[in-house]
């Protein structure tokens, strides 16, 4: 029996309403469904454990070396001049450049030599009137001895004329004497360079009057020699014993009988640039330092330090010895300790305190605490761990800023 109008429209009407809440039931069990399909599937596999971390390793070098005892210096010079007047006058030249380097004997002033020029030659005829004296009572005494002879002269006469020739000599001698004064002091008014060196400015400019010796000789400038050059230091009591005793053991000579070696770093400078060697030691210390005054002489070829520099000295602290080094960068501080990262055989670190030594070219001298064998962590220590296992790579050591 077929269906009306109105009942096939209900019937499609009822079949819209119920695919809408169909699809509506299937869009809230999706959710659901996946959470069940999640549920009973496999399992996700789990991460794989890190690889040990990669750290670098290296065996200390062993070398021998020499410790070093470093002071504070100050550079002097071995020669220094105050150049003065000799003899008073006027300035009439000034024959050096400021600050240049000036040779023995070479002219810086000259004073005015005419008044001495003066004296010189009144001094040359008091000479020639003295020794015409002298020949005269020569000749007079040789004629007297000659009547006495026969004695036609009394032996007063002859020991008169003999007294005469005495005094006439005399007087001679005193116009030698004042002539060579006069041409000393022309020859003073040329005022030359005692010693080789750098010269200072110069403090009196021609025309100016300078005092000689006799009335407190004017300063005119001054001299110091530069090669080589003395730089004095102060060496404490502790170090001075310690040295005193390697010395009675022979393990060190001693800086008094022996120009032990010396290496000098200037300031602004990281390694010693100047070798020299010992040259003197005080008979005493210092009793409100407690120091001992040392001297040591540097050859400055290139005059290219000057007096009152101040530059490092190291002196030998010791004999020659077998050590152990490790660059610094491989030493850690644990509070008040010292320590290194060592490899062990099963990879795992393990921190070794260890007492410490100078630099040498770079490295630090470990003292004690460590083993030639051992592979020390010399890169890497941010990544190790105390009884961790890590990834040992092997390397030389090498000072700071050194590649490996």
Sequence with gaps: MGLSTTEQSGRKATLARFSFHLLRGLRSLTPAAALALTACGDQPPQQQAAAPPPVTVAEPVKRTVTDWDEFTGRFEAVQEVAVRARVGGFVTSVEFRDGSIVKSGDLLYVIDARPFEAVAEQADGQLSDARARAELARRELDRALTLNQTQAVSDSIVDQRRQTLQAARAAEMQAEGALKAAKLNIEFTHVMAPITGRVSRHLVTPGNLVQGSDGGSTLLTSIVSLDPIYIYFDVDEATYQRNSRLWAEGKRPSSRDTPNPVQVTLTGETKPSHDGKMDFLDNRLDAST????????????????????????????????????????????????????????????????????????????????????????????????????????TAQAKPAGGKT
């Design 290 to 393: 407690g120091t001992l005054r040392s001297r040591a002489v540097i050859p400055n070829k290139d005059l290219s330090i000057l007096p009152g520099q101040f530059g490092r000295v190291r002196i030998i602290g010791s004999a020659p010895y077998e050590a152990l080094l490790l660059p610094d960068t491989a030493i850690a501080t644990d509070q008040s300790r010292k320590i290194v990262f060592v490899v062990k055989d099963d990879n795992t670190v393990e921190a070794k305190p260890v007492i410490l030594g100078p630099l040498d070219d770079g490295l630090r001298v470990i003292r004690e605490g460590l083993k030639p064998e051992d592979r020390v962590i010399v890169d890497g220590l941010q990544r190790a761990r105390v009884g961790a296992k890590v990834t040992p790579q």
